[in-house]
Nanobody, 120 residues
């Protein structure tokens, strides 16, 4: 089994910053693309940012210039640094990993989610 555990969510005022972390553990052979998604009430889950093993990044237009995704391959951790937060960033943030487990099965795993609330 593979587990993704997020941390770092919370309540912050508009203009503030938060840093999310997601640690992957379990029967992992390789972690490929890691990503952050978010889902606001009444809306579909959307991609926020993703990062390849080699460090190539991709961002949603709504967060470009404000959010930074990074990863520590040695520790199997992905981070999301969120700056200049806006009320519209309020959502549950989910970590996602495209990986190969030790049975060489390709999986897509999700974390349990962490709430980010930005007050105006």
């Amino acid at each position: 089994q593979v587990q993704l555990v997020e941390s770092g969510g919370g309540l912050v005022q508009a203009g503030g910053s938060l840093r999310l972390s997601c640690a992957a553990s379990g029967r992992i052979f390789s972690l490929n693309v890691m990503a952050w998604y978010r889902q606001a009430p009444g809306k579909q889950r959307e991609l926020v940012a993703d990062i390849t093993y080699g460090g190539r990044t991709n961002y949603a237009d709504s967060v470009k210039g404000r959010f930074i995704i990074s990863r520590d391959n040695a520790k199997n951790i992905v981070y999301l640094q969120m700056n200049s937060l806006k009320p519209e960033d309020t959502a549950v943030y989910y970590c996602n990993a495209d990986l190969v487990d030790r049975d060489l099965a390709r999986l897509r795993s999700w974390g349990q989610g962490t709430q980010v609330t930005v007050s105006s």
